[in-house]
Each structure stands twice: as structure tokens, then as C-alpha cells.
């Protein structure tokens, strides 16, 4: 069993910020990558920013010098902080990891958390 708890969505005016929090525990051995999609009302789910074991992070174009992704490996945590959000940026962020559970490799979703930008 896995668990991720994720946190920090909300309400936010244009040109705010939010910070959004993951936390996984469970039966995992080791996260390979840790990261957060979106899925806007009508809109495939997409990626916004993952990043892996070693540090190397990517991101959608959209968000590129608007969001840092971070992850602190002792706490199985991953953070997305966005700044100088856009309307656009409206969606359900669903936090994904992929790991180890000492036997195979796996992927787990979050529930998601609404993040809403109002003009």
C-alpha cells in the first residue's frame, strides 16, 4: 500500500503564488521520480514538472520559469512552488511518483488538488 497526501491548492488572484506538497509513505523501497501533472476542465492531463532521483528536473513549456519543482528525498516529499500564476494555470495538479517496492517498479497517482487562478 501506498499513500500520497498531497496539500497547498487553492484560490489565487493572477500573478500570485501557490506551493504545492506531496508526501508519499508506504511500502516503497526507493522514489525514482517524483512529479505533478494538471488536467484542466476538458484538457488531456499533462505534465507540468517531474523531477528524477539525482536532481534533473523538466518542465512543460507552459511553466517554464514560473514553477520550481524541488523533492526532499528523506522525507519522500516533492514541492512544487508556482509563482506569477496565470489563469491558465487552473486545473487539478495530481502528484505522481514512480518507485521501487523491492520487487518491481510502480506508478501512483494522487487524488489531486484544484488550483484555481482568477483574473
Known amino acids: 500500500q501506498v499513500q500520497l497526501v498531497e496539500s497547498g491548492g487553492g484560490l489565487v488572484q493572477a500573478g500570485g503564488s501557490l506551493r504545492l506538497s506531496c508526501a508519499a509513505s508506504?511500502?516503497?523501497?526507493?522514489?525514482?521520480?517524483m512529479g505533478w501533472y494538471r488536467q484542466a476542465p476538458g484538457k488531456q492531463r499533462e505534465l507540468a514538472a517531474h523531477?528524477?532521483?539525482?536532481?534533473?528536473?523538466d518542465y512543460a513549456d507552459s511553466v517554464k520559469g514560473r514553477f520550481t519543482i524541488s523533492r526532499d528525498n528523506a522525507k519522500n516529499t516533492v514541492y512544487l512552488q508556482m509563482n506569477s500564476l496565470k489563469p491558465e494555470d487552473t486545473a487539478v495538479y495530481y502528484c505522481?511518483?514512480?518507485?521501487?517496492?523491492?520487487?518491481?517498479?510502480?506508478?501512483?497517482w494522487g487524488q489531486g488538488t484544484q488550483v484555481t487562478v482568477s483574473s
Open positions: 505522481n511518483i514512480e518507485y521501487y517496492d523491492g520487487s518491481y517498479y510502480r506508478t501512483y
Open positions: 523531477i528524477r532521483s539525482g536532481g534533473n528536473t
Open positions: 508506504g511500502n516503497i523501497f526507493s522514489i525514482v521520480t
